[in-house]
């Protein structure tokens, strides 16, 4: 399987599908995020950095999970060529029409549809030009910028039909390949130095969708003091803190109401793009943690 030139420049943003849009406002003033003041009704824009619009859009929907995934490229001759090679691919890619990409504010996109039914959207030139400084509410320092913030893990049907798509087709690199608990293979893609913006894995025993999203979070102290906060809030934790040697990350996740997890984590690996395949074998770290947090009655 060959890797084609890596047209994709990083995860821009994801778009959320949820039902308690009320809980959402509430967990994104208390992680930290900024708001963009004039979303659509009935979504929420949440911001980590200048450089973007915003990374995380969570809007009502009666389908939960990821609505979206926005990938960027530098320009119309990439996007085309992204485009052509899912094409060959046979999967269902159009142009975005001119209200989807207004509502985006990018210069161009197109929409392409996954094995699975996730909906891509693979675009250039957003809005920049009329930068709005990033300021956290609470003081959260977010890890994000030109490698994007956070990634996104889903469930798939069929394992092979994914990697063939996102390898070939959108033409992201495979950094990882790992069993983990529960006996599932779990595949870890990356589309700059970030560890991965993609990750995937084929559990028979739950359907295909979302999995968890994660924020990325710059350092341990304001990753400790947004889990303070959440749990001062009565935030359910459905696993507190661990490691994850694979992206280097500390993290814990959140139980959202809609059906997946949230984490947020600190500590993500980039990788030097020519020494990964050699030093990826000498990894040291162990996995840790991660135990689902007891009921709150029996907290000493
Ligand atoms: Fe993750």
């Not at 949820?18 to 979504?43: H, K, T, Y």
């Not at 094995?115 to 994000?144: K, V």
């Not at 350092?219 to 889990?227: I, Q």
Request: with cysteine.
């Amino acid at each position: 399987m060959t890797n084609p030139a890596p047209e994709i420049l990083q995860l821009g943003y994801f778009r959320l599908g949820v039902r308690a849009l009320d809980w959402w406002q509430n967990f994104a003033a208390l992680v930290g995020f900024g708001q963009v003041s004039d979303a659509p009704a009935g979504e929420l824009q949440l911001r980590t950095d200048a450089e973007r619009d915003y990374r995380i859009a969570v809007h009502a929907a009666p389908v939960t999970g990821l609505s979206a995934v926005g990938w960027e490229v530098a320009g119309p001759r990439e996007l085309a060529t992204v485009g052509e090679r899912l094409r060959v691919l046979g999967s269902g890619v159009r142009d975005a029409s001119f209200e989807e990409k207004t509502a985006r504010k990018v210069e161009d996109m197109i929409v392409a549809v996954d094995p699975d039914g996730l909906c891509n959207e693979i675009y250039w030139g957003p809005n920049t030009a009329l930068r709005i400084p990033f300021q956290s509410p609470t003081g959260t320092s977010f890890e994000s910028g030109a490698c994007g913030n956070g990634h996104v893990t889903v469930n798939v049907a069929d394992s092979q039909s994914t990697l063939d798509y996102y390898i070939q087709g959108l033409g992201l690199r495979l950094s990882d390949a790992a069993w983990m608990e529960g006996h599932s293979r779990v595949y870890f893609l990356r589309c700059n130095a970030r560890h991965h913006s993609f990750a995937f894995a084929q559990m028979a025993q739950r359907p295909p969708g979302t999995v968890h999203v994660m924020a990325d979070i710059a350092n341990l102290d304001s990753l400790g003091e947004v889990r303070d906060r959440l749990l001062n809030a009565g935030i359910t934790l459905s696993r507190d803190l661990g490691s994850h040697p694979l992206d280097g990350v500390v993290s814990f996740y959140v139980a959202t109401p809609d059906g997946f997890e949230f984490e947020l984590a600190t500590g993500t690996r980039f990788i030097a793009e020519d020494t990964w395949a050699s030093d990826r074998f000498l990894r040291t770290g162990r996995p840790w943690g991660h135990r689902k947090p007891l009921p709150s009655k029996d907290r000493k």
